[in-house]
């Protein structure tokens, strides 16, 4: 499930990514826009999405290391280390 909210984050940062590629000059050239998408529309739109999908692959991202460790004498364990 989080590695499916994490492809959800991807997919909005890559949308985020393709609004701010219409705003150079050869892709707007061949592509006609809605005359609402303006380009500070685009640049803040993306923007916005480009963060909304980092903020969600930071959210779910799991850390695999474990914040202790076990400190061994021989086979028994006398104490943990934080990492």
Do not use: C
């Not at 050869?26 to 480009?50: H, M, Q, R, W, Y």
């Amino acid at each position: 499930m989080i590695i499916m909210k994490k492809v959800v984050g991807y997919v909005i940062s890559v949308i985020g990514v393709l609004a701010l590629a219409l705003n150079v000059k050869p892709v707007k050239e061949k592509i006609s826009l809605p005359a609402f998408l303006t380009d500070a529309n685009l640049v803040i739109g993306g923007l916005v999405l480009i963060a909304i999908g980092i903020l969600i692959i930071k959210m779910y991202s799991s850390s695999s290391a474990p914040a202790e460790v076990p400190i061994y004498k021989g086979k028994k364990i006398v104490g943990y280390r934080r990492r």
